[in-house]
């Protein structure tokens, strides 16, 4: 697609050009594919930023809010590398793609940027630079941004380093600065097409009201970008300080705050070519992503389509009680109560230290399984009776299920703390359950969460032995037989090898649920980590049956 044509002017025709922006929900390659095929009112899908090498990012938390529609946010320029990123983004041009195709790029050297437009270039409709992170590591974003002479000087030798570049390259610049109309003007100057703007204000300090205490998790001390509603006026405003700065012929890739329709035509009013959303898509929910870009693009009302809920909001608990099971499993319980159904799920948060989603095993008291598996795990570990911890939720939905005469539940490792929810939510249809679960290894006194499991139905504890998922031995043809559906929960391949054992065994794949549990880092549909083919987990809930994994071609 001719990028070019379709953005230059824009402005001064008066259109609604929609994008997506840097690191918001179309950070995968699978997200970036369910947008270009079922939001159609979208024209430009941006990605995260790539590197050459792969980049870890901060430590959870890495977005908070402190009141509903404004955000704060610390990802660290998270990425998996050009050599991951770039087959993905040639796999998806070589099926077609609808939408103008944003590369966003980030690097701490004129020499890696150049690597990396060369590499991108044949797949990108547009490249952006990113100038601009506030909370990158040092010599990446704003360093590069707020800087005339580095930022003139990178442009000027990327452009002639790739002459033979066809995609328009954009500058991402940042709002921290009192020259940013010099700055825009010296990178257009040096060769650059555009200019995206605005990246997120700050960075500034967000502290959680209960513990008193700094919530993101960085090296800045917990100071984090601001984007949403609240950096809108400072987004028109740096806009028309760009566009005055450069005049009609560049581009200008708009975005900060926008959440409706005026939002939006404020935005190509102060000389934005296109208009980027990024955190309002959050207060969205995925089947009304299309209505939603739709109003945006048609100057229709957005209000009924947004959350005006703060997702984000922590609840302070005490910890009541702490079992062991062995050096790396644990039981604790918690003050407080849910109303938590199998399908959602919680973060525990402590300040300073980080926050990790987890499942609820039962809501009163708030109970939770825990395996040590890595820094937080540990931390949450060397808790005590009496210590604080913090919990944000619900995140997803309750799971959707058609009603059996028998179910057989399947849990192995820390799976095991979905059972007595779905056990609980089945009691009530009178459902005959036979549940069982993988261990380790047996222990002498009762398995974890045994109790509550038992009291639903018949139990089953197999250890492993020194086979992983020994407990799907178990599964004959007589335990699915009739009106039957199975539930599992646990590690992807185990999942996977009880719903094909059972495909196989004569149960439909529609009667089988699987709950996918996939990374998230927000839990509030922004940063697209938890993407399960097309699907947002965080959002839509954890359970999904075999048939719609298998439809959308979902590694387990």
């Not at 150049?114 to 991108?120: G, N, S």
């Not at 060397?382 to 911890?389: A, K, N, T």
Request: hydrophobic content about 40%; glycine content about 10%; aromatic content about 6%.
């Amino acid at each position: 697609m001719d990028a070019a044509r379709l953005l230059r002017h824009n402005h001064l025709k008066g259109d609604v050009l929609t994008a997506t922006v840097s690191g918001v929900l179309t950070t995968k390659k699978e997200m970036i594919e369910f947008f270009d095929k079922n939001v159609p009112s979208l024209d430009i899908i941006t990605t995260k930023s790539f590197q050459v090498v792969a980049t870890p990012g901060n430590r959870e938390p890495v977005v908070c809010s402190l009141k509903a529609g404004d955000f704060g946010n610390s990802v660290g320029l998270r990425n998996p590398g050009m050599d991951v990123a770039l087959p993905e983004l040639e796999e998806l041009r070589k099926n077609g793609m609808r939408a103008v195709l944003n590369v966003s790029l980030a690097a701490d050297c004129p020499e890696n940027f150049i690597t990396l437009v060369r590499a991108f270039d044949h797949v990108a409709d547009l490249i952006e630079l990113n100038f601009s992170c506030p909370h990158a590591a040092a010599g990446f974003g704003a360093s590069i941004g707020t800087d005339i002479i580095v930022a003139s000087d990178y442009v000027k030798k990327i452009v002639e380093a790739y002459p033979e570049r066809k995609a328009p390259l954009i500058i991402k610049l940042s709002p921290n600065t009192d020259k940013l109309g010099e700055i825009a003007k010296a990178v257009i100057d040096a060769g650059a097409d555009g200019i995206a703007a605005i990246n997120t204000v700050g960075p500034e300090m967000y502290v959680e009201p209960h513990s008193g205490k700094p919530i993101l998790n960085n090296k800045l001390g917990g100071r984090g970008g601001a984007s949403g509603e609240w950096v809108k006026a400072r987004a028109i405003e740096c806009i028309k300080t760009i566009r005055d700065a450069i005049g009609d012929d560049p581009i200008i890739l708009g975005m900060g705050g926008v959440s409706s329709a005026e939002d939006a035509r404020a935005m190509i009013r102060a000389g934005a070519d296109s208009v980027g959303i990024g955190s309002a898509l959050s207060r969205v929910m995925p089947s009304d992503y299309e209505r939603f870009f739709h109003a945006v693009r048609n100057g229709e009302d957005t209000s009924s389509l947004l959350s005006n809920r703060n997702e984000l909001e922590y609840t302070p608990h005490t910890i009541i009680s702490k079992e062991m099971y062995s050096e790396d499993l644990m039981i604790i319980k918690l003050s407080g109560k849910l109303d938590c159904k199998p399908g959602q799920f919680v973060f525990l948060w402590i300040p300073g230290r980080g926050e990790k989603p987890f499942s609820v095993a039962v809501n009163d008291p708030l109970t939770f399984l825990i395996r040590k598996r890595g820094i937080f795990t540990s931390e949450l570990f060397d808790l005590e009776v009496g210590d604080e911890l913090y919990s944000r939720g619900l995140y997803g939905a309750p799971m959707v299920y058609r009603k059996s005469q028998k179910a057989l539940l399947i849990g192995g490792g820390t799976g095991s703390a979905v059972l007595p929810l779905i056990a609980e939510t089945l009691a009530k249809d009178g459902t005959e359950m036979d549940i069982r679960i993988g261990v380790v290894s047996k222990r002498d006194g009762k398995e974890a969460l045994e109790d509550v499991l038992s009291s639903y139905g018949s139990f089953m504890a197999v250890a492993d032995d020194g086979k992983p998922g020994r407990v799907l031995d178990t599964i004959d043809a007589d335990d699915i037989a009739g009106d039957t559906a199975l539930y599992v929960v646990g590690p992807g391949k185990m999942m996977e090898k009880a719903a094909e054992k059972a495909e196989a065994l004569g149960l439909s794949d529609e009667r089988i649920y699987l709950s996918m549990e996939k990374n998230t880092m927000c839990g509030i549909g922004m940063c697209g980590e938890c993407s399960c083919g097309g699907h947002l987990p965080c959002k839509e809930g954890t359970f999904f049956t075999w048939k719609t994994l298998k439809e959308n071609h979902v590694e387990l």
